[in-house]
């Protein structure tokens, strides 16, 4: 009878734990972006009275005796799938149609990256959500409420006659480039404005950040932003009528110099498997164990191979421990996520079926209850007897 007792109490343990579960989705109804949870319930441990037989050449088979003792949770599953669209009339709020995660950082981690198997670590260290509350703040970067800067690809300036040719070569991976059509950087970093600059004529003109220069602080081949002859950094431009576009592409109307101005794409991240990143608080994910491969796309849907195959340690069957890794190689396809500007991710809490669930865990609370009640009723029977 004990051991109806145990196997009650458990069932009750896992029912509460169940509850926290069904609490955490309805408690997170109008959370944006938020992915519900869901508990799946497996048997506890089992004891065999007899043992089974497969027959002999005279007697049956005879199947296994077994009682079980209880229930407990084997997973809380997570719900990745795109949640409905609610408009905020934000122009910088963005939602994610699809699959993907938004990646946030300190402004100094891009600055780190060396081209080597390192930079697979500080990849997945990057925090990775699907709320796109992000706007340019006063210090002219691209970051959410908390401050956390968005990682993209800056715009290096635009397609000209005299360049094109040129622009053909450095980037084979668009075929169709035309004069007028921006220029991006293949290096992942904090997306920010350019800076401004006055010309040899005293015009302000926008100056676009580069890999070249000299100076203290300068690495060769890493982008940075414009600086003077003496190798300041030179003030940000000021825009106005932030927009940002399907593929990621922001631009906006620059205030210095009236002309809508490109100032760069939104990266997205995506995983082997979504369901397998580390929850954090404020709708944070980090890539931990079971996660797989962090895979960066490009605007348009290119993805980018950034160190992936040595996250979390791990080297692919065809790669030397040694290898180096380069950040920068552009392979074709990748997802096909768009951004939707102007609102946010709602929940994907379904309210109707968290309350479904609530009604069935309340009573498979109420049953595993009854059975601690009558064994102790039986229990009591049983050290009342009498000779």
């Keep these: 009878m004990t051991g109806a007792m145990y196997a009650a109490i458990a069932g009750l343990k896992t029912h509460m734990q169940n509850l926290n579960v069904i609490g955490n989705n309805v408690a997170n109804i109008n959370t944006y972006s938020y992915k519900a949870g869901r508990s799946v319930f ?26 079980g003792y209880g229930a407990s949770i084997g997973s809380v599953d997570v719900d990745m799938g795109s949640g409905n669209y609610a408009a905020t009339g934000n122009p910088t709020d963005c939602m994610i149609d699809g699959q993907g995660f938004f990646l946030l950082g300190d402004k100094t981690m891009a600055n780190n990256f060396a081209g080597n198997a390192e930079d697979a670590t500080m990849l997945s260290s990057l925090t990775l959500t699907r709320v796109g509350d992000i706007s340019f703040k006063a210090d002219g970067y691209l970051s959410n409420y908390a401050g956390m800067t968005v990682y993209g690809f800056l715009c290096t300036g635009v397609v000209t006659k005299e360049n094109l040719e040129q622009v053909k070569q450095e980037h084979p991976e668009k075929t169709d480039w035309e004069v007028g059509d921006p220029v991006f950087s293949d290096q992942l970093v904090p997306i920010r404005y350019p800076r401004i600059t006055t010309s040899e004529n005293g015009a302000l003109q926008v100056a676009y950040p580069t890999t070249e220069g000299d100076g203290e602080g300068y690495v060769e081949g890493q982008l940075r932003d414009a600086t003077d002859e003496d190798g300041k950094a030179l003030p940000f431009a000021q825009f106005s009528s932030i927009s940002i576009a399907s593929t990621g592409v922001i631009s906006g109307v620059c205030k210095d110099t009236g002309q809508s101005v490109v100032i760069g794409a939104i990266a997205l991240g995506n995983v082997t498997n979504p369901n397998g990143l580390t929850m954090e608080s404020n709708n944070y994910y980090t890539v ?25 340690g791990s080297l692919r069957e ?42 069935t865990t309340q009573r498979g609370y109420q049953a595993n209850t009854r059975i601690i009640t009558v064994t102790d009723s039986m229990l009591e029977e049983l050290v009342n007897m009498k000779r």
């Design 288 to 312: 931990g164990e079971g996660a797989g491969d962090l895979t960066i796309t490009l605007y348009g849907g290119i993805a980018q191979e950034m160190g992936i195959s040595r996250v979390n």
């Design 42 to 67: 497996q048997t506890a441990i089992y004891t065999q009275l007899t043992g089974g037989s497969n027959g002999t050449a005279t007697a049956g088979g005879r199947n296994p005796s077994q009682i």
């Design 318 to 359: 065809d790669e030397e421990e040694d290898a180096p890794v380069d950040l920068f190689t552009i392979r074709n396809g990748g997802a096909k996520e768009s951004i939707i500007s102007g609102g946010l991710e709602m929940s994907k809490t379904d309210l109707a079926q968290e309350i479904s669930n609530m009604i």
